[in-house]
C-alpha cells in the first residue's frame, strides 16, 4: 500500500493498493469515501472486491471502476457486484 496527498490543500489523502485483497485491507483500514477498481487486479479481480465492500453495512462509498463488456457473464457478474 502507498499513501500520499495530491497537495490540492483539500485535505484529500489518497491509498494505492496493488492487489485486489490489499484493495480490500486498505479499504477496511481507512474507510474511503471513493474507490477506484482497475478492470484486471491480481489475487482478487474488482467484482470480488466490490462485493465485499458492500457487503460492509458501515462502508458508504461511491465505487468507480473501468467498464468493457466482454461477455454477458460480465454484466450479471458486476450486478451480483453492486457495480
Do not use: C, N
Not at 29 to 46: A, E, S, T, Y
Amino acid at each position: 500500500m502507498e499513501a500520499f496527498s495530491p497537495g490540492s490543500g483539500q485535505g484529500h489523502e489518497v491509498y494505492v493498493a496493488h492487489d485486489g485483497r490489499a484493495a480490500v485491507d486498505t479499504a477496511q483500514m481507512f474507510h474511503p469515501q471513493v474507490v477506484l477498481l482497475d478492470i484486471g487486479l491480481p489475487k482478487m479481480d474488482r467484482y470480488e472486491v466490490a462485493k465485499r465492500l458492500r457487503e460492509w453495512p458501515e462502508m458508504r462509498i461511491e465505487l468507480v471502476y473501468s467498464w468493457r463488456k466482454t461477455t454477458s457473464g460480465s454484466t450479471r457478474d458486476a450486478r451480483r457486484a453492486g457495480m
